[in-house]
Structures are given as structure tokens and as C-alpha cells.
């Protein structure tokens, strides 16, 4: 004959133990799901800015090297980042990087550096903005480029 089980000894979860680790799960989502956006904006907003100052850098270094006989410039846009060659886009030399399409693009937003001394032909600020962070570009007179 069996012997008789108890039911305190049966192995299982209850449906209230079920329901409130889904709870507890639940809140703890919607806590970590809005840090994580925010973060993902600020970094969206960093890359960009190093995007941007890079090649900054790159087109100065190439006007100061003379390539390709002319200057070159930058143009940022929303989404993108222009490299180029003379004082306009549109040549067979453009490159372009992607950036966010959230961030806000504002403040002088073309530079131009000048064939041989790399200075740039309008100094200025870069203004890259999303709803969270702020991140500018400076380019001096002299073609130094900060952020």
C-alpha cells in the first residue's frame, strides 16, 4: 500500500508567487527602460560630436597637405556629415558619415579650410542638440577644433 502524501510537500509554484514575480519583474522594466533611452540619446549625441570633430580635423589636415591641389571642407546636416573638396558638396571626392536622425543640428553648420594653412574661412560654433544634451563644436580662427 502507498503511503499517504502530504500536500505541504508538494513541489510547485502558487499563481500568486507567479503573479507577483511578474509584478515585481514589471516595475523593475519600467524603471530601467527610460534610463536606457536616455542613454542611448546622450551617446547618440557623443558620437556624433566626435563624428563631426574628426572630420573637422581630417578636412584641415587635408587642405594643410595640399591633397588633391584645393582646400577642403565640412558640412553637417541633419543625419549626416559631409567631407569635401573646394568650397562646395557635390564632387567626386565627398564623403559622408551618418549621424542620429534625433539630434538637432544649429550654428555654423559649414567649414571651409583653406589650402595650405588649414585655417578655416568661417570660425565658429557647432550646435549638435538632442532633447537631452547639448554638445558644441568650436573651430577657432586659427582652425583649432574643440568640443
Given at each position: 500500500m502507498k503511503p499517504f502524501t502530504n500536500f505541504c510537500e508538494q513541489k510547485?509554484?502558487?499563481l500568486i508567487e507567479v503573479v507577483l514575480s511578474v509584478a515585481?519583474?514589471?516595475l523593475l522594466a519600467s524603471f530601467s527602460i527610460p534610463v536606457y533611452q536616455s542613454f542611448q540619446i546622450k551617446n547618440g549625441v557623443d558620437v556624433a560630436a566626435m563624428?563631426?570633430?574628426?572630420t573637422?580635423?581630417?578636412?584641415?589636415?587635408l587642405?594643410?597637405?595640399?591633397?588633391e591641389d584645393d582646400g577642403w571642407g565640412v558640412t553637417v546636416a541633419a543625419g549626416?556629415?559631409?567631407?569635401?573638396?573646394?568650397t562646395s558638396v557635390g564632387s567626386e571626392y565627398d564623403e559622408v558619415f551618418t549621424i542620429s536622425n534625433g539630434i538637432t543640428v544649429g550654428g555654423v553648420t559649414t567649414f571651409v579650410f583653406s589650402k595650405a594653412t588649414g585655417i578655416p574661412?568661417?570660425?565658429?560654433t557647432l550646435i549638435l542638440a538632442s532633447d537631452i544634451?547639448?554638445?558644441q563644436i568650436i573651430v577657432n580662427a586659427k582652425g583649432f577644433v574643440s568640443y
Open positions: 510547485g509554484f502558487t515585481i519583474i514589471s563624428t563631426v570633430a574628426q573637422l580635423r581630417r578636412a584641415q589636415l587642405s594643410q597637405s595640399m591633397e549626416s556629415v559631409t567631407l569635401f573638396k573646394g574661412q568661417t570660425p565658429g544634451v547639448t554638445r
